[in-house]
């Protein structure tokens, strides 16, 4: 049986392994989930809140446990680890909350003596593909409202991070998750990941991931008409006017790009500076970058880790030495941290519109920043890119807020705000960001098939 070597980006020394799933494994892991539908799905609503209120706590409880080695395997900082799983289990708490909320639409004499109603009826088996940089968060944004609708949930776990999530699904099955309701199965996306999307008895795909692999999982989930949310690429701009908080706004901008060693989707990873300001912007940016302690995911005193792979450091050098532009903070691999995939934060000003820091998506602790004239040039740019997922503008005028959140072509803006993503707002991307929501009520809709029903009185 093939396995996955689960190594540690801080050491680059291996961890862990487990068996990598099979086609028969997903064949079997389907099937039971299917079984399983039939009586989760008609409990009510209220019983399976009861359900994902007691995975909230037993997750909440474990939080302790788990960080360690959500650490281990994807190199993040203790801080940045707590963070992730105490926002996990707060989405599942979320969706226990909606369960009461759920109405069922009427309508009273559609016609003469004939009533309407739309009800919301589960999908089936739904598909759950994680990627790395959150193995957690980005899982329970899925699994909340499938499971609170009705759905049954088989989850694929990235092939370097399944180890967090195994533990959850033996935590979860200990809180009462019925056998079959969830289950996770860790595997290549080539193997693992593709028979699961072309499975027959799979009705929803829920992926996030790169765009091209985005890309590729549509057009399998194509076959059998599945449903399909795709939460995939970003390079989200930051525009800051001069009228705008500075040293708050230069804040926001370090913190959005180095957490997570700048691997988020939601990411700030262009930033635009009215020219009057830019200077203190840039100075302001950079001290930040350069006081950030780089270090070992476990060592308490470390405030950026490690990239996930040798890979995708490759990669941020990579865009980084195609961009031109002037260094300001950083630019290279950190001394004494020679075993693990670590960089610098890193402050670029002015590299080239049409470079790799431009128009490619930097899944790593590199900040690109661009002086402009204007609101006209700033909003230019930002649009600018194949990608829409988030975005920020910081200014204290109402008119240029209200201007960038119309404008500016993604699902989310921020408003003189950090990148905090709400479960109470529905979250999704445009363009080669991806479609679909996740987050809100407004979740409900892409695990849920809406049935009329007609009903004559007489």
């Given at each position: 049986?093939?396995?996955?070597?689960?190594?540690n980006?801080?050491?680059?020394?291996?961890?862990?392994?487990?068996?990598?799933?099979?086609?028969e494994?997903?064949?079997?892991?389907?099937?039971?989930?299917?079984?399983?539908?039939?009586?989760?799905?008609?409990?009510?609503?209220?019983?399976?809140?009861?359900?994902?209120?007691?995975?909230?706590?037993?997750?909440?409880?474990?939080?302790?446990?788990?960080?360690?080695?959500?650490?281990?395997e994807?190199?993040?900082?203790?801080?940045?680890?707590?963070?992730?799983?105490?926002?996990?289990?707060?989405?599942?708490?979320?969706?226990?909350?909606?369960?009461?909320?759920?109405?069922?639409?009427?309508?009273?004499?559609?016609?003469?003596?004939?009533?309407?109603?739309?009800?919301?009826?589960?999908?089936?088996?739904?598909?759950?593909?994680?990627?790395?940089?959150?193995?957690?968060t980005?899982?329970?944004?899925?699994?909340?409202?499938?499971?609170?609708?009705?759905?049954?949930?088989?989850?694929?776990?990235?092939?370097?991070?399944?180890?967090t999530?195994?533990?959850?699904?033996?935590?979860?099955?200990?809180?009462?998750?019925?056998?079959?309701?969830?289950?996770?199965?860790?595997?290549?996306?080539?193997?693992?990941?593709?028979?699961?999307?072309?499975?027959?008895?799979?009705?929803k795909v829920?992926?996030?991931?790169?765009?091209?692999?985005?890309?590729?999982?549509?057009?399998?989930?194509?076959?059998?008409?599945?449903?399909v949310?795709?939460?995939?690429?970003?390079?989200?701009?930051?525009?800051?006017?001069?009228?705008?908080?500075?040293?708050?706004?230069?804040?926001?901008?370090?913190?959005?790009?180095?957490?997570?060693?700048?691997?988020?989707?939601?990411?700030?990873?262009?930033?635009?500076?009215?020219?009057?300001?830019?200077?203190?912007?840039?100075?302001?940016?950079?001290?930040?970058?350069?006081?950030?302690?780089?270090?070992?995911?476990?060592?308490?005193?470390?405030?950026?880790?490690?990239?996930?792979?040798?890979?995708?450091?490759?990669?941020?050098?990579?865009?980084?030495?195609?961009?031109?532009?002037?260094?300001?903070?950083?630019?290279?691999?950190?001394?004494?941290?020679?075993?693990?995939?670590?960089?610098?934060?890193?402050?670029?000003?002015?590299?080239?519109?049409?470079?790799?820091?431009?128009?490619?998506?930097v899944f790593?602790?590199?900040?690109p920043?661009?002086?402009?004239?204007?609101?006209?040039?700033?909003?230019?740019?930002?649009?600018?890119?194949?990608?829409?997922?988030?975005?920020?503008?910081?200014?204290?005028?109402?008119?240029r807020?209200?201007?960038?959140?119309?404008?500016?072509?993604?699902?989310?803006?921020w408003?003189?705000?950090?990148?905090?993503?709400?479960?109470?707002?529905?979250?999704?991307?445009?363009?080669?960001?991806?479609?679909g929501?996740?987050?809100?009520?407004?979740?409900?809709?892409?695990?849920?098939?809406?049935?009329s029903?007609?009903?004559?009185?007489?």
């Open positions: 049986m093939t396995s996955l070597e689960i190594v980006p801080g050491t680059g020394e291996p961890v862990a392994s487990v068996p990598a799933a099979t086609p494994d997903v064949d079997r892991a389907v099937g039971a989930a299917h079984a399983a539908q039939r009586d989760w799905g008609r409990l009510g609503y209220a019983d399976r809140g009861k359900v994902l209120h007691a995975m909230a706590e037993a997750f909440e409880a474990h939080v302790d446990e788990l960080t360690p080695i959500l650490v281990r994807q190199g993040k900082t203790i801080r940045e680890a707590k963070i992730e799983l105490r926002k996990a289990a707060d989405t599942l708490e979320h969706y226990a909350g909606l369960s009461r909320q759920v109405r069922a639409v009427s309508i009273h004499n559609v016609d003469t003596d004939v009533d309407g109603r739309v009800l919301r009826r589960p999908l089936g088996v739904v598909a759950a593909i994680v990627p790395w940089n959150f193995p957690t980005l899982l329970c944004n899925k699994l909340g409202p499938a499971l609170l609708c009705g759905n049954t949930v088989v989850a694929k776990p990235a092939d370097s991070t399944p180890l999530t195994l533990r959850l699904g033996e935590i979860f099955a200990e809180a009462g998750v019925p056998e079959g309701v969830f289950t996770v199965l860790p595997g290549t996306g080539a193997v693992a990941g593709e028979a699961l999307v072309r499975h027959p008895l799979v009705r829920a992926f996030t991931g790169s765009t091209p692999v985005g890309e590729r999982v549509a057009a399998l989930a194509a076959v059998g008409s599945k449903r949310t795709l939460e995939l690429g970003g390079s989200d701009p930051m525009i800051i006017c001069d009228d705008a908080d500075l040293k708050s706004a230069a804040s926001a901008a370090a913190m959005g790009r180095f957490y997570n060693c700048g691997q988020a989707c939601l990411a700030i990873k262009r930033l635009y500076v009215f020219d009057s300001v830019a200077d203190e912007i840039i100075e302001a940016v950079a001290a930040k970058a350069k006081r950030l302690r780089v270090g070992l995911g476990d060592d308490p005193n470390s405030q950026m880790g490690p990239l996930h792979s040798a890979k995708q450091r490759d990669q941020l050098e990579r865009q980084i030495a195609e961009s031109g532009g002037e260094v300001v903070a950083g630019g290279g691999r950190p001394d004494g941290l020679d075993r693990g995939w670590f960089h610098e934060p890193t402050v670029v000003v002015e590299p080239r519109k049409d470079s790799p820091m431009a128009v490619e998506e790593g602790p590199a900040l920043i661009w002086r402009v004239r204007d609101l006209d040039e700033a909003i230019e740019l930002a649009n600018a890119s194949p990608f829409g997922l988030g975005s920020s503008v910081w200014t204290s005028d109402l008119r807020a209200e201007r960038a959140a119309t404008e500016l072509d993604c699902g989310y803006t408003v003189n705000s950090r990148t905090k993503v709400y479960d109470e707002l529905p979250f999704g991307g445009l363009k080669a960001s991806g479609y929501k996740e987050h809100g009520s407004e979740a409900l809709d892409y695990y849920t098939d809406q049935k029903v007609v009903v004559r009185r007489s």
